[in-house]
């Protein structure tokens, strides 16, 4: 991470490789401390800096050059893109989001302070990972984004992993967790993956990667028709009726408190009125006392785009359908 001059690069980049690394990972998102010199996240929110200085440290680079790009902006894809042209042989993302932790109510300190004085930090760990996972997505989905990508973002577990790579990632990054638990936490990680590789009869991680792509799209092209709504088991119910104040105060109003013949208080939920928001099932503190169903209905798959691409088919402007 150097300012944004092609002869310090040239020099960065040569001084780096002459210790013998594998590769080079440029610092295009830090967003605190070196942001305010021109370097990190103030480079990466700007696409041709990002071409730029990509191009430039290729033109030093005798190993391979990943581009670190910053969320601090509104479409990712167009940094991602911007490393590609500047010959990227790979870009990793994100890199931490723009915060401040808190302020002491006592002092009025900001949290953390330094002589009474605070700045805005990196926000990291497991927080960020479903912005994340997120960015990643719309760069593997995205035809000019054509290298691979390492995907960073509140990644501790197996799991974690595993998502990520189903959303495009070859490779993923470790920080926040290493922090807490120490590198060993890694090694867990390789062997619950090795397991879950075996479970799904699968010979490569390679044969995760970019499987749930596909299956990621716009909201435009979500079928309305789709038709889920909420069951409460009340076998397994508590009855804390955090599910009823939820949906009565936020929410479709569909969740009744009703009495059986006893005299004992169980919800219950209108069906006619559930959107299936899933709010209820958020909410819930025991496993399994609410479900999401599926629920036949009689119309077919319709998307938005459909229905409006229908619409201007069908349009009359006499009857007021082309508005």
């Known amino acids: 991470m150097v300012e944004p001059k092609q002869e310090k690069w040239h020099e960065i980049v040569k001084r780096v490789e002459d210790v013998g690394v594998d590769g080079l990972e440029l610092n295009f998102g830090c967003p605190h401390g070196m942001a305010e010199r021109g370097m990190g996240s103030a480079s990466g929110q700007v696409p041709e800096l990002v071409e730029k200085q990509t191009m430039w440290a290729k033109e030093a680079a005798k190993t391979p ?11 990712i894809t167009r940094t991602a893109e911007a490393a590609v042209r500047g010959g990227a042989d790979a870009v990793s993302m994100i890199n931490t ?18 002589a009474g004085k605070g700045a805005h930090g990196g926000y990291c760990g497991p927080a960020v990972k479903p912005i994340a996972l997120n960015m990643v ?24 992993t595993v998502e990520f790579m189903l959303m495009g990632s070859t490779s993923v990054q470790v920080c926040t967790a290493a922090m807490h638990h120490g590198f060993r936490i890694v090694e867990d990680m390789i062997d619950g993956l090795n397991n879950y590789l075996d479970s799904k009869n699968l010979a490569s991680v390679m044969d995760l990667v970019g499987k749930s792509v596909a299956r990621y799209s716009e909201w435009g092209n979500l079928d309305l028709n789709y038709n889920i709504k909420a069951k409460i088991n009340n076998d397994v119910c508590i009855n804390c009726n955090k599910c009823h104040i939820a949906c009565e105060d936020t929410a479709h109003q569909c969740i009744d408190m009703l009495q059986d013949p006893n005299g004992k208080s169980y919800l219950q939920v209108r069906e006619e009125d559930c959107v299936g928001c899933n709010l209820c099932s958020i909410v819930c503190p025991v496993e399994g006392a609410i479900d999401m169903i599926e629920v036949p209905y009689e119309l077919p798959p319709m998307t938005w785009n459909e229905r409006q691409a229908a619409l201007a088919r069908f349009a ?8």
């Open 65 to 75: 050059v990943i581009v670190k790009l910053t969320p601090n902006i509104t479409d």
């Open 97 to 114: 989001i723009n915060s401040l932790a808190g302020v002491d109510l006592d002092s009025w300190n900001t949290i953390p302070h330094v």
């Open 137 to 160: 997505a719309d760069c593997a989905r995205n035809q000019y984004v054509n290298v691979p990508i390492s995907g960073i973002g509140g990644i501790s577990s197996w799991q974690d």
């Open 316 to 323: 009359n402007p006499e009857i007021g359908l082309a508005k």
